[in-house]
């Protein structure tokens, strides 16, 4: 099945909560797993956009399966798996969500999915490192621009200057 990463910032504005949804849902109804990280932001909203499509989502966790990160996620953990998606991590039970383990977790986040969307990232941001690894990996890097004057858009606003592919809608993206 054709599957697609999408990521962003944690302190997601509204905004950002929104077009995660929008995206996640419309790919979803085209057939498209979603893949993300199960982080708050962006990546819960994505999560929650393909299940309200009815479609598979797959959180990727910088764990071990048995430590739902962050705990207020439980019920989107939970909801994923009854749903009909599943929850993978590359981290024995019992491990806790080190600062070291997310950027390993990006790397398999962009490497299952044919390409990365990303909504709202920071100058300095993990979402980045996630991008860094999907040019790496061959994939393609669709990028939903931002506002000028928000922290959360520097970073995307400035992938569309690198000449990663500005999209607007969910027809945008041909996977």
Avoid: W
Wanted: charged content about 20%.
């Amino acid at each position: 099945m054709p599957s697609i990463a999408i990521v962003g910032c944690r302190q997601a504005s509204t905004y950002g909560k929104k077009v995660a949804q929008y995206f996640s849902y419309y790919l979803s109804k085209k057939g498209m797993a979603i893949i993300s990280g199960l982080a708050k932001g962006i990546d819960s909203q994505a999560h929650i956009g393909a299940m309200k499509a009815k479609g598979i989502t797959i959180g990727v966790i910088g764990s071990g399966l048995d430590m739902v990160y962050p705990k207020g996620n439980q019920y989107l953990y939970d909801s994923i798996i009854k749903e009909n998606g599943a929850i993978i991590s590359e981290y024995p039970l019992g491990m806790n969500p080190l600062k070291m383990n997310f950027p390993a977790r990006n790397r398999i986040i962009s490497g299952m999915s044919k390409g990365v969307l990303v909504i709202e990232a920071k100058k300095k941001s993990g979402t980045l490192l996630t991008v860094d690894f999907a040019l790496e990996q061959g994939r393609n890097v669709y990028v939903v621009p931002g506002n000028i004057d928000e922290i959360n858009s520097v970073g995307t606003n400035d992938l569309i200057k690198q000449g990663a592919q500005m999209v607007t809608s969910y027809r945008d993206i041909e996977i």
